[in-house]
T-cell receptor, first 110, second 112 residues
Framework: QKEVEQNSGPLSVPEGAIASLNCTYS??????FFWYRQYSGKSPELIMS????GDKEDGRFTAQLNKASQYVSLLIRDSQPSDSATYLC??????????FGSGTRLQVQP | NAGVTQTPKFQVLKTGQSMTLQCAQD?????MYWYRQDPGMGLRLIYY???????DKGEVPNGYNVSRLNKREFSLRLESAAPSQTSVYFC???????????FGPGTRLLVL
Protein backbone atom coordinates (compact mmCIF):
# COMPACT_ATOMS: atom_id res chain seq x y z
CA GLN A 1 0.00 0.00 0.00
CA LYS A 2 1.32 3.41 -0.94
CA GLU A 3 1.78 5.84 1.93
CA VAL A 4 -0.21 8.55 0.17
CA GLU A 5 -2.79 7.59 -2.44
CA GLN A 6 -4.59 9.72 -4.98
CA ASN A 7 -6.72 8.91 -7.99
CA SER A 8 -4.63 9.79 -11.03
CA GLY A 9 -7.60 11.11 -12.99
CA PRO A 10 -8.11 12.97 -15.14
CA LEU A 11 -10.93 14.58 -13.23
CA SER A 12 -12.94 16.62 -15.70
CA VAL A 13 -15.33 19.35 -14.50
CA PRO A 14 -17.11 22.15 -16.35
CA GLU A 15 -16.13 25.74 -15.75
CA GLY A 16 -17.87 27.15 -12.68
CA ALA A 17 -18.38 23.75 -11.04
CA ILE A 18 -16.85 22.44 -7.81
CA ALA A 19 -13.86 20.16 -8.24
CA SER A 20 -13.29 17.66 -5.46
CA LEU A 21 -9.87 16.06 -5.09
CA ASN A 22 -9.23 13.28 -2.60
CA CYS A 23 -6.25 11.78 -0.84
CA THR A 24 -5.81 8.99 1.69
CA TYR A 25 -2.73 8.28 3.78
CA SER A 26 -1.58 5.23 5.68
CA UNK A 27 0.56 6.58 8.55
CA UNK A 28 -1.63 7.43 11.53
CA UNK A 29 1.06 9.62 13.06
CA UNK A 30 0.86 12.02 10.13
CA UNK A 31 0.78 15.54 11.47
CA UNK A 32 0.49 17.98 8.61
CA PHE A 33 -1.09 17.88 5.20
CA PHE A 34 -0.50 19.90 2.08
CA TRP A 35 -1.86 20.42 -1.37
CA TYR A 36 0.52 21.43 -4.14
CA ARG A 37 -0.48 22.48 -7.64
CA GLN A 38 1.75 21.60 -10.58
CA TYR A 39 1.20 22.96 -14.06
CA SER A 40 2.54 20.89 -16.92
CA GLY A 41 6.29 21.34 -17.23
CA LYS A 42 6.50 23.44 -14.06
CA SER A 43 7.49 22.83 -10.47
CA PRO A 44 5.01 22.21 -7.65
CA GLU A 45 3.71 25.20 -5.70
CA LEU A 46 2.00 25.11 -2.33
CA ILE A 47 -1.65 26.16 -2.35
CA MET A 48 -3.03 24.87 0.96
CA SER A 49 -1.90 23.41 4.25
CA UNK A 50 -4.06 21.92 7.00
CA UNK A 51 -3.07 20.64 10.42
CA UNK A 52 -6.26 19.86 12.36
CA UNK A 53 -9.54 18.11 11.67
CA GLY A 54 -12.18 20.08 9.85
CA ASP A 55 -12.20 22.58 7.03
CA LYS A 56 -9.81 25.34 6.10
CA GLU A 57 -10.83 27.88 3.50
CA ASP A 58 -8.65 30.16 1.40
CA GLY A 59 -10.44 31.98 -1.38
CA ARG A 60 -11.92 29.42 -3.78
CA PHE A 61 -10.00 26.59 -2.12
CA THR A 62 -11.14 24.52 0.87
CA ALA A 63 -9.03 21.79 2.42
CA GLN A 64 -10.80 19.17 4.54
CA LEU A 65 -9.09 16.82 6.97
CA ASN A 66 -10.45 13.75 8.76
CA LYS A 67 -7.68 12.08 10.75
CA ALA A 68 -9.91 9.26 11.98
CA SER A 69 -10.57 8.23 8.39
CA GLN A 70 -7.03 9.20 7.28
CA TYR A 71 -8.50 11.29 4.53
CA VAL A 72 -7.77 14.75 3.22
CA SER A 73 -9.52 16.52 0.37
CA LEU A 74 -9.34 19.73 -1.63
CA LEU A 75 -12.41 21.48 -2.97
CA ILE A 76 -12.07 24.11 -5.68
CA ARG A 77 -15.17 26.27 -6.05
CA ASP A 78 -16.07 28.10 -9.26
CA SER A 79 -13.45 26.11 -11.16
CA GLN A 80 -11.65 28.00 -13.92
CA PRO A 81 -9.72 26.69 -16.95
CA SER A 82 -6.61 28.13 -15.26
CA ASP A 83 -7.12 25.59 -12.46
CA SER A 84 -6.32 22.80 -14.91
CA ALA A 85 -3.20 21.20 -13.44
CA THR A 86 -2.02 18.22 -11.44
CA TYR A 87 -2.73 18.44 -7.72
CA LEU A 88 -0.31 16.71 -5.39
CA CYS A 89 -1.24 15.69 -1.87
CA UNK A 90 1.68 15.67 0.59
CA UNK A 91 1.89 14.42 4.15
CA UNK A 92 4.38 15.21 6.89
CA UNK A 93 4.79 12.41 9.42
CA UNK A 94 7.47 14.01 11.54
CA UNK A 95 10.33 12.65 9.49
CA UNK A 96 12.54 15.08 7.70
CA UNK A 97 10.73 15.17 4.38
CA UNK A 98 7.23 15.19 2.96
CA UNK A 99 5.69 12.11 1.36
CA PHE A 100 3.87 12.91 -1.86
CA GLY A 101 1.03 11.19 -3.63
CA SER A 102 1.27 10.61 -7.38
CA GLY A 103 -1.17 13.44 -8.09
CA THR A 104 -4.59 13.93 -9.63
CA ARG A 105 -4.86 15.64 -13.00
CA LEU A 106 -7.71 18.15 -13.12
CA GLN A 107 -9.20 19.38 -16.37
CA VAL A 108 -11.65 22.29 -16.28
CA GLN A 109 -13.67 22.45 -19.47
CA PRO A 110 -14.60 25.97 -20.70
CA ASN B 1 15.37 37.03 -4.22
CA ALA B 2 15.56 34.15 -6.73
CA GLY B 3 14.27 31.42 -4.37
CA VAL B 4 15.54 28.01 -5.47
CA THR B 5 17.58 27.79 -8.65
CA GLN B 6 18.73 24.71 -10.54
CA THR B 7 21.20 24.12 -13.34
CA PRO B 8 21.11 22.84 -15.98
CA LYS B 9 17.49 23.02 -17.14
CA PHE B 10 17.92 20.15 -19.57
CA GLN B 11 20.63 17.56 -20.15
CA VAL B 12 21.16 14.56 -22.41
CA LEU B 13 23.64 11.93 -21.29
CA LYS B 14 24.86 8.66 -22.67
CA THR B 15 24.78 5.57 -20.49
CA GLY B 16 27.81 5.53 -18.21
CA GLN B 17 28.47 9.26 -18.31
CA SER B 18 28.55 11.27 -15.12
CA MET B 19 27.14 14.67 -14.28
CA THR B 20 26.30 16.93 -11.37
CA LEU B 21 23.03 18.77 -10.93
CA GLN B 22 23.39 22.03 -9.08
CA CYS B 23 20.91 23.61 -6.70
CA ALA B 24 21.09 26.83 -4.71
CA GLN B 25 18.66 28.71 -2.48
CA ASP B 26 18.83 32.24 -1.17
CA UNK B 27 16.16 31.96 1.53
CA UNK B 28 18.57 31.00 4.34
CA UNK B 29 16.84 27.63 4.66
CA UNK B 30 18.48 24.86 6.64
CA UNK B 31 16.92 21.86 4.91
CA MET B 32 17.31 20.96 1.26
CA TYR B 33 15.99 18.04 -0.79
CA TRP B 34 16.41 16.27 -4.10
CA TYR B 35 13.37 14.58 -5.70
CA ARG B 36 12.83 12.81 -8.94
CA GLN B 37 9.48 12.83 -10.71
CA ASP B 38 8.44 10.14 -13.17
CA PRO B 39 5.06 9.82 -14.91
CA GLY B 40 2.50 8.29 -12.55
CA MET B 41 5.01 8.06 -9.70
CA GLY B 42 4.71 11.44 -8.06
CA LEU B 43 7.72 12.95 -6.34
CA ARG B 44 10.16 10.50 -4.81
CA LEU B 45 12.83 11.63 -2.39
CA ILE B 46 16.39 10.80 -3.40
CA TYR B 47 18.45 12.50 -0.67
CA TYR B 48 17.97 15.30 1.78
CA UNK B 49 20.12 17.50 3.97
CA UNK B 50 18.73 18.71 7.28
CA UNK B 51 21.57 21.17 7.75
CA UNK B 52 24.94 22.13 6.40
CA UNK B 53 27.30 19.17 6.69
CA UNK B 54 24.64 16.47 6.97
CA UNK B 55 22.99 14.33 4.33
CA ASP B 56 20.59 11.38 4.52
CA LYS B 57 19.17 8.87 2.09
CA GLY B 58 15.61 9.10 0.95
CA GLU B 59 13.37 6.60 -0.80
CA VAL B 60 15.43 6.07 -3.98
CA PRO B 61 19.14 6.88 -3.32
CA ASN B 62 20.80 4.15 -5.41
CA GLY B 63 22.96 5.51 -8.20
CA TYR B 64 23.19 9.00 -6.71
CA ASN B 65 25.47 10.94 -4.41
CA VAL B 66 24.99 14.36 -2.87
CA SER B 67 27.07 17.15 -1.41
CA ARG B 68 25.89 19.94 0.84
CA LEU B 69 28.59 22.38 -0.13
CA ASN B 70 27.39 25.14 2.21
CA LYS B 71 24.09 26.39 3.53
CA ARG B 72 23.02 27.65 0.09
CA GLU B 73 24.07 24.82 -2.19
CA PHE B 74 23.11 21.16 -2.48
CA SER B 75 24.35 19.17 -5.48
CA LEU B 76 23.28 15.80 -6.86
CA ARG B 77 25.78 13.63 -8.72
CA LEU B 78 25.17 10.73 -11.06
CA GLU B 79 28.44 8.79 -11.26
CA SER B 80 27.43 6.41 -14.06
CA ALA B 81 24.14 7.37 -15.63
CA ALA B 82 21.62 4.69 -16.58
CA PRO B 83 18.46 4.96 -18.73
CA SER B 84 16.41 4.30 -15.58
CA GLN B 85 17.61 7.67 -14.31
CA THR B 86 15.79 9.49 -17.08
CA SER B 87 13.49 11.76 -15.11
CA VAL B 88 12.74 15.29 -14.00
CA TYR B 89 14.77 16.26 -10.95
CA PHE B 90 13.54 18.85 -8.49
CA CYS B 91 15.48 20.50 -5.72
CA UNK B 92 13.54 21.95 -2.79
CA UNK B 93 14.28 23.77 0.43
CA UNK B 94 12.45 24.26 3.70
CA UNK B 95 12.60 26.77 6.49
CA UNK B 96 12.38 26.18 10.21
CA UNK B 97 8.94 24.58 9.98
CA UNK B 98 10.38 21.72 7.89
CA UNK B 99 7.04 21.61 6.14
CA UNK B 100 6.43 24.20 3.46
CA UNK B 101 8.77 23.24 0.67
CA UNK B 102 9.87 25.62 -2.06
CA PHE B 103 10.81 23.97 -5.32
CA GLY B 104 13.27 24.89 -8.01
CA PRO B 105 12.26 24.87 -11.69
CA GLY B 106 13.56 21.35 -12.28
CA THR B 107 16.16 19.64 -14.46
CA ARG B 108 14.99 17.36 -17.26
CA LEU B 109 17.49 14.56 -17.72
CA LEU B 110 17.48 12.11 -20.61
CA VAL B 111 19.86 9.16 -20.48
CA LEU B 112 20.30 7.33 -23.76
Amino acid sequence: QKEVEQNSGPLSVPEGAIASLNCTYSDRVSQSFFWYRQYSGKSPELIMSIYSNGDKEDGRFTAQLNKASQYVSLLIRDSQPSDSATYLCAVHTGRRALTFGSGTRLQVQP
Amino acid sequence: NAGVTQTPKFQVLKTGQSMTLQCAQDMNHNSMYWYRQDPGMGLRLIYYSASEGTTDKGEVPNGYNVSRLNKREFSLRLESAAPSQTSVYFCASTGVSLETQYFGPGTRLLVL
